[in-house]
């Protein structure tokens, strides 16, 4: 979700070819490649050694069995969400077809020469959707290598009308998305004790967004980020991934690297959510690795409220001050303007002195 506020944005085009289905990455940050050239030599790389790990596995299908299975199940994501920040759901109820025509559609849309995506306005996504690579980037560390679609569900829903195959499927997606993440943010709310109307409430499919990545194959993976470490600003995110991988997280002040299943969802806790479960569940930094000869795909939903939301922790005494979510979009995007970096949730802090 971070990416939706500076990592994905759109630097300045430099030796842009008319055919090309691929960004300008190498023309445009020539000077951050000729650094690696120096790096490479010395043996530098940015990543620390990830060992691969399976995340949490959560069976949906068992919250429709008897009582005792069905509360071991929320008991098992509400542990995850506290331990992990990440667990991935099966039997989710997100039909193989749906997702299998939003990759379809995913792939041919990232298929268009570039000048094509920059400039498509027969998508009828609002300016800005579509970013690649980092404008600010001073070094290797801030280059994500990646290109996205970052769709609010308004364009969605307002393109229904004039239907195409990506509107009408990125609608299914998103519809089919969108129970499963208010199903999982309602157990959640209720394993802290909370059974309430909130998020159903502020969190609408208008307010959300469907965000659509493509990693290209990178020569230099070693020294660049397909998407750089960055916390979600959202309440959830669903992920369907592909086979290839690239996924990690900190887990236990280490960077696990997450073993893809083709058969899951992966679910991730944002800052809102941890915000609002006063620290209980964790809003855990992650990143995307690039790989050397292979493009990955990924489809992303994010629940996301009204920016006038107020978000308050549900219990006392309060680890954050009340805010809404148009001032923590606000504060990130200054964070990120004047600093290079998210600071995110320790802004909104309760003072201690």
């Known amino acids: 979700m971070e990416s939706e506020h500076h990592l994905l944005q759109e630097p300045a085009i430099m030796g842009e070819s008319s055919s090309s289905v691929e960004p300008p990455f190498e023309a445009t940050y020539k000077n951050l490649f000729r650094d690696a050239q120096v790096l490479n030599q010395a043996g530098y790389e940015v990543f620390d050694v990830a060992e691969e790990r399976e995340l949490p596995l959560i069976d949906l299908s068992e919250l429709n069995r008897g009582e005792f299975i069905r509360e071991e199940c929320k008991r098992k994501m509400a542990r995850a969400s506290r331990e992990w920040g990440f667990f991935q759901v099966v039997n989710h109820g997100v039909s193989r077809e749906i997702l299998e025509k939003m990759r379809s559609e995913q792939v041919k849309l990232f298929?268009?020469?570039?000048?094509?995506?920059?400039?498509?306005?027969?998508?009828?996504?609002?300016?800005?959707?579509?970013?690649?690579?980092?404008?600010?980037?001073?070094?290797?560390?801030?280059?994500?290598?990646?290109?996205?679609?970052?769709?609010?569900?308004?364009?969605?829903?307002?393109?229904?009308?004039?239907?195409?195959?990506?509107?009408?499927?990125?609608?299914?997606?998103?519809?089919?998305?969108?129970?499963?993440?208010?199903?999982?943010?309602?157990?959640?709310?209720?394993?802290?004790?909370?059974?309430?109307?909130?998020?159903?409430?502020?969190?609408?499919?208008?307010?959300?967004?469907v965000r659509?990545?493509?990693?290209?194959?990178?020569?230099?993976?070693?020294?660049?980020?397909?998407?750089?470490?960055?916390?979600?600003?959202?309440?959830?995110?669903?992920?369907?991934?592909?086979?290839?991988?690239?996924?990690?997280?900190?887990?236990?002040?280490?960077?696990?690297?997450?073993?893809?299943?083709?058969?899951?969802?992966?679910?991730?806790?944002?800052?809102?959510?941890?915000?609002?479960?006063?620290?209980?569940?964790?809003?855990?930094?992650?990143?995307?690795?690039?790989?050397?000869?292979?493009?990955?795909f990924s489809a992303a939903f994010f629940l996301c409220p009204f920016y006038d939301t107020t978000i308050q922790s549900c219990s006392q005494p309060s680890l954050y001050r009340t805010f809404t979510f148009g001032e923590f979009r606000q504060q990130v995007q200054e964070d990120v303007k004047n600093f290079g970096y998210k600071v995110g949730l320790p802004r909104f802090l309760v003072s201690t002195h």
């Open 111 to 209: 298929r268009k020469p570039f000048h094509e995506k920059m400039k498509d306005r027969n998508l009828n996504f609002s300016t800005g959707s579509y970013r690649w690579g980092a404008p600010s980037a001073t070094c290797l560390r801030q280059l994500s290598w990646s290109e996205a679609f970052h769709v609010p569900l308004s364009d969605i829903s307002g393109s229904v009308s004039r239907p195409n195959n990506l509107s009408s499927t990125m609608d299914e997606f998103a519809t089919s998305l969108s129970d499963l993440a208010q199903r999982l943010a309602r157990i959640l709310a209720e394993k802290l004790g909370h059974k309430s109307t909130y998020f159903e409430e502020t969190c609408l499919p208008t307010t959300c967004y």
């Open 212 to 296: 659509m990545n493509r990693y290209p194959a990178c020569r230099i993976h070693d020294n660049v980020f397909g998407l750089t470490p960055h916390t979600d600003s959202d309440f959830l995110t669903i992920l369907h991934q592909d086979q290839i991988g690239g996924l990690q997280l900190v887990k236990d002040g280490k960077w696990i690297s997450v073993k893809p299943n083709l058969e899951a969802l992966v679910i991730n806790i944002g800052d809102l959510f941890q915000a609002w479960s006063n620290g209980v569940y964790k809003s855990v930094e992650h990143r995307v690795v690039a790989h050397e000869t292979k493009e990955r």
